[in-house]
């Protein structure tokens, strides 16, 4: 066991050898996506900037001046796509949320840090255009997933003057984490993941939010119980480094692992789902 050992961060991170099972759990995802794309009032694949993969989709709630929830997918940064998470929108939309989910170009065509950038743009959207998406611009919440936990929490961090004179200095007031990553150093040295990420040092070091200055917002990071010791580890390394008062959630949520657990953000009766809501203003 070592943060150098290659074979041993390959076990630790490849989770898709780990969960023999997710061709079955990404299969679910798309049909229950596409299940609700069909039943919810949407707006599919709006620009948010001009460069490839600047789109998202928008799942309004019933009621205008709504909270917004954005969520960003996983993948490692170089898979999977906003169009397989729309089955996240349909309980926060029941729940009186409008739901923002944004794509962005995906590793080796860009880096991480351009994907980062993406995101900060994606946010700048949603609060420049209420009407667009009926929500109310003072509360936003990004929820993300896996390398989406990774950018969620890049969210928060974020210097939001310096991406427009004209944003909030806390555009992003919360974010919630879930399955994060927050130190890229053990990804930097991760076999099946370095020649599409192409990560260095110095990227490492503007990447890992768990060594940036504590944020002024909050953030809630969570992760499975049964996952990886890798995972477990990056879920508690965030709270270590930033403090109970920026992250007074860090918790792992029993029987789940590092795909299932995003079926607790989109259950209303799970805890998961309930800290979003929280997040929101709505607990």
Known sequence: MSL???AWLDVQYNNRARIPEHPQIFARWAESSKLARERLKST???RYGDQP???LDV???AQPGAPVLVFIHGGY???LDKSDHSFLAPSFVDAGVTVVVPNYALCPSVTIEAIA???TRALAWVWRNPGVHSGDPNRIAVAGHSAGGHLAAMMLSCRWKDVGEDLPPKLVPGALSIS???DLEPIRNTPFLQQDLQLTPQSV???SPAFFPRPRGTLYTVAGINESDEFLRQNQLIRDQWGPTTVPVCETIPGRHHLDVLHDLADPQARLHELALRLLGLR
Do not use: C, H, N, V
């Open 180 to 182: 994060g990553l927050y």
């Open 59 to 61: 799942f309004p709630a």
């Open 4 to 6: 150098t050992d290659p």
């Open 53 to 55: 993969g600047e789109t």
């Open 44 to 46: 599919l694949d709006i």
């Open 77 to 79: 940064w170089r898979s």
């Open 205 to 207: 070091k503007r990447l």
């Open 117 to 119: 950038l993406q995101m």
